[in-house]
């Protein structure tokens, strides 16, 4: 079957792609689209790397659930950036052993003396919103990214915007 492109799909039969750049039989994605999908991917490990790096000392039973919640959708938008990104054989995003270490060496520094629920939500809250921040920079320095990156991206900042919502009631 030939492939024929309609707004900026390329259609087989019932199926539509990406917003991909075809090459023969294969397909590749667009350079903004990548950015998109590889800032999701580092936005949400990230999350997850904090998640895992405070969850050990989070004493309120209601917070250590609600930030487990979060970690598994953090989770679940990770995997879909780096599905698409692997369909459109684009590079993934690499995590920086110096960026893990500072992460985890903030958290600590900053709960080395408070431990406190309204202290780690605040951390979090604090997390949540330059995630918000890093991400609405992605999508303005790549806006025809086109539509699917653009979605799962809006998704994860309306996941970040209720998490916070969520946690300022422990503050």
Do not use: C
């Amino acid at each position: 079957m030939g492939a024929s492109s309609v707004k900026g799909f390329f259609v087989r039969g019932e199926l539509s792609l990406p917003d991909w750049e075809q090459e023969g039989d294969t397909f590749e994605m667009k350079s903004q689209e990548a950015a998109v999908y590889r800032e999701v991917q580092r936005n949400t490990e990230m999350a997850m790397k904090a998640i895992d790096t405070i969850s050990g000392k989070v004493y309120d039973d209601d917070l250590a659930l609600q930030i487990s919640r979060q970690s598994l959708k953090y989770a679940e938008l990770y995997n879909e950036a780096s599905r698409q990104l692997m369909e459109g054989k684009a590079e993934r995003y690499q995590s920086n052993v110096l960026t893990d270490a500072m992460l985890r060496t903030g958290i600590h520094y900053n709960t080395m003396l408070n431990t406190s629920t309204e202290h780690i939500a605040e951390m979090m809250i604090k997390g949540s919103n330059n995630g918000i921040l890093e991400m609405e920079k992605v999508l303005k320095h790549n806006e025809n990214a086109g539509e699917r990156p653009t979605a799962l991206a809006k998704q994860l900042i309306d996941f970040e915007e209720s998490n916070i919502k969520r946690l300022k009631d422990y503050l």
